[in-house]
């Protein structure tokens, strides 16, 4: 595996660097016996050191790198121990072969953040994704389980409560140690408007029969709510309404101008009227 550098740390740039900025600040051209020199090497030497131990604290973060206590931490998250009188290289072989796909990859914290009580669905944003977050920063956007009043299972915006479970999930010592920050943002109910009308069947109540229909709307758009992947179908909704008990036959359905959803937005039930065909 080939080594990498997470933070530039060679003295000599290091030191460039520093006199450039003092010469801009103090316009001034420095000499190398001039006593300014003394006291830049001096913060030079110093930077070099706060940056090695930034690099060792940043390899920490990850299996791949880290050492000593560091590691055991690691392999206590799979419950892999280190054996008697074993390296650290020797060690961290077993414990990527034990966890293999299941470090800190955006699988794992789907699968993680999914088992969460309350989340239908989630998107998970990373900076090659959306340039504009902050490097070290991932986005959140869920989708929570809701329940209506007629009972009906769906999807909705995310709450406050929702956020405390999911962070407390992912930073959880069973699952992390150090990871990613997160931030938050609401998924987006896309509404789809139109009208449904049905023939009923003879000897059904005209209001009966409506609170049927609309029963059966409401469970399709449930469905379709609970997930960023759902999609509105015509036929899909028709089919969903001949299961409506007092409906014959479905003999008009008017949706004109299905919006089209983006990233984080979901399906949801708009204005749906249901008429009856006498």
Same mark, same amino acid.
């Given at each position: 595996m080939a080594d990498i550098e997470f933070i530039s740390k060679a003295p000599e740039m290091i030191l460039e660097e520093m006199i450039a900025e003092y010469q801009r600040l103090a316009g001034v051209k420095l000499q190398p016996a001039d006593a300014e020199m003394i006291l830049i090497n001096c913060m030079a030497y110093r930077e070099v050191i706060l940056r090695g131990g930034m690099e060792n604290l940043m390899r920490q973060n990850f299996v791949q790198y880290a050492t000593g206590e560091n590691l055991d931490n690691w392999g206590a998250l799979w419950g892999t121990g280190r054996e008697q009188g074993e390296t650290d290289d020797e060690y961290r072989v077993r414990i990527l072969s034990v966890a293999k796909g299941? @470090?800190?990859?955006? #699988? #794992?914290?789907? &699968?993680? @953040?999914? #088992?969460?009580?309350g989340v239908s669905d989630i998107l998970i944003i990373q900076k090659f994704e959306e340039s504009i977050l902050p490097p070290g920063y991932v986005r959140l956007i869920p989708i929570m389980e809701t329940t209506s009043a007629n009972m009906v299972s769906g999807g909705g915006v995310h709450d406050a &409560?929702?956020?405390?479970?999911?962070l407390e999930s992912i930073t959880a010592k069973d699952f992390g140690i150090v990871g990613p920050v997160f931030v938050f943002q609401a998924a987006v109910p896309v509404p789809v408007s139109g009208s449904v009308e049905v023939r009923q069947v003879y000897g059904s109540t005209d209001e009966q029969v409506k609170r049927n229909v609309a029963l059966k709307i409401e469970e399709y758009f449930g469905e379709i709510s609970k997930t960023f992947s759902g999609k509105f179908g015509v036929f899909d909704l028709e089919r969903k309404v001949l299961e409506a008990e007092g409906v014959s036959r479905v003999t008009r359905m008017d949706f004109f101008d299905i919006p089209v959803t983006d990233t984080g937005e979901f399906y949801s039930q708009g204005n749906v009227i249901v008429n009856l065909n006498k």
């Open positions: 299941t @470090i800190g990859t955006k #699988a #794992a914290y789907f &699968a993680r @953040i999914k #088992a969460v009580p &409560a929702l956020e405390r479970s999911v």
